[in-house]
């Protein structure tokens, strides 16, 4: 079992910067890996990026790569979203997730271990 608790989500006026933390505790392996989503009201959950746990290969949606940067800090077992350029679009619940395999999955059902998830709001 894995355990996920995030962290770091508020309000911020559009252009202004988040960074969203998860950490991470229980059963890991050196094919684990953690991602971010988001879902909005009324819209399907979305992936933002991932990271592996072994080699920080990171993964991203197109249209997040260069405003969103995830990165994780191994002596605490904690992956971090840093958002920039937010936009009123960016407002959505953030989930972290965990999974393991050969493969980081972009689909949020087939990630099985979810945190609480956390309220990021853009808005002046």
């Known amino acids: 079992q894995v355990q996920l608790v995030e962290s770091g989500g508020g309000l911020v006026q559009p252009g202004g910067s988040l960074r969203l933390s998860c950490a991470a505790s229980g059963r890991t392996s050196s094919r684990f890996y953690m991602g971010w989503f988001r879902q909005a009201p009324g819209k399907e959950r979305e992936f933002v990026a991932a990271?592996?746990?072994?080699?920080?290969?990171?993964y991203y949606t197109d249209s997040m790569k260069g405003r969103f940067t995830i990165s994780r800090e191994n002596a605490k077992n904690t992956v971090y979203l840093q958002m920039n350029s937010l936009k009123s679009e960016d407002t959505a619940v953030y989930y972290c997730?965990?999974?393991?395999?050969?493969?980081?999955?972009?689909?949020?059902?087939?990630?099985?271990?979810w945190g609480q998830g956390t309220q990021v709001t853009v808005s002046s």
């Open positions: 990271i592996t746990w072994s080699d920080s290969r990171t």
């Open positions: 997730a965990a999974s393991s395999g050969r493969t980081v999955v972009q689909t949020w059902h087939d990630y099985p271990y």
